[in-house]
């Protein structure tokens, strides 16, 4: 395994991380608990020392998995988990992130996490009706209470990033980011190089359309979360399939997989990004580690981007409601 530092921070993880929350959440059939708690102890004895999980997933159940999981490996180990949904009967209802709640969260997420102190805490989406200063300056007196160590932000815009820092320097920000989706290539990364921040790319397989897995034919079932993504449906999987048939091209070229390729390239664009792939299969994280001695020289990257670059994309990535959900 290789390491990196998330941005000017002290914060060093794994090159890649494992996105834990398809172990209890989103994609079905949901595997087997005990299962997953041997998987992410076979991701440490890989190297593995970033952990990305989330209140909202499961809700809550995903924090006590990755909490008994990792028990035995704390002083090995990263832990990044996140605040900012409302919930009602054990259902995500809304986005709360008043400064009272976003301590309350804190102080449950230590419980199932069964540690003493968070080590990156995100607020999970932007909440319009509280100000971002407010939300820093939360997280500010968490730290400054030991509670936590980094603050980080999912979802947000450079605006709303460049106004958070300015109270509470943050350490890393959470957003999509791969090769058929590049939209933080337009403005973000610049911002978090500017400023010094770490940049974690969740769906760095677009929500394992770049394994190659998928063809117009696949059908998702009705409580996968993908059954709802545009970019899923039968249409969009067809006419996207072009993009996959390049990368499987190159993987090929590469005596890798595509997934791999998929992984290597975005490490290749800053040596401050760390992705998150998620996983549930030991074959597969195994194939995903892999990607961190993948070389692709700067021929290669420059052939990729104007090889992608022609290839059209359809469909949106979320649907429209999840979608205005995303900061400014």
């Not at 499987?248 to 490490?267: G, S």
Request: charged share 25%; with cysteine; glycine share 6%.
């Amino acid at each position: 395994m290789k390491y990196r530092k998330l941005g000017n921070s002290n914060l060093e993880v794994s090159a890649l991380g494992l996105g834990c929350m398809g172990m209890s959440f989103s994609y079905q059939p949901m595997p087997d608990k005990n299962e997953m708690i041997s998987l992410i102890h076979s991701a440490v004895d890989l190297g593995v020392t970033f952990f990305d999980t989330a209140e909202v997933y499961g809700p809550y159940t995903n924090e006590e998995l990755v909490g008994e999981a990792l028990t035995p490996y704390r002083n090995k180990i990263v832990i990044a988990t996140k605040f900012g949904f409302k919930f009602e009967d054990g259902k995500q209802v809304g986005l709360d992130s008043r400064p009272e709640h976003i301590k309350e969260v804190c102080e449950a997420s230590l419980k199932r996490l069964n540690i003493e102190v968070i080590d990156l805490f995100y607020q999970h989406r932007v909440d319009p009706n509280v100000p971002i200063e407010d939300v820093a300056g939360a997280v500010k007196e968490l730290i400054q209470e030991g509670k936590v160590k980094h603050f980080g932000l999912s979802e947000a815009g450079t605006e709303t990033i460049r106004r958070a820092h300015a109270v509470q320097p943050v350490t890393a920000v959470q957003s999509e980011y791969s090769m058929w989706w590049r939209k933080p290539e337009e403005e973000l990364l610049l911002t978090l190089e500017e400023l010094g921040i770490g940049f974690v790319p969740f769906s760095p397989l677009g929500k394992g359309f770049l394994t190659g897995s998928f063809d117009k034919n696949t059908k998702f079932e009705s409580n996968d979360f993908r059954s709802i993504v545009p970019r899923f449906s039968p249409e969009a999987l067809e006419v996207n399939q072009k993009f996959v048939d390049y990368v499987k091209k190159l993987a090929k070229r590469k005596n890798a997989t595509p997934a791999q390729v998929a992984l290597a390239w975005l490490l290749a664009q800053k040596s401050w990004i760390v992705p998150i792939p998620g996983t549930t299969k030991l074959s597969r994280l195994e194939e995903n580690l892999q990607a961190v001695n993948l070389e692709l020289t700067s021929e290669e990257l420059s052939e990729i981007n104007f090889e992608i670059s022609k290839i059209e994309v359809i469909g949106a990535r979320y649907p429209e409601a999840l979608e205005k959900m995303t900061g400014r």
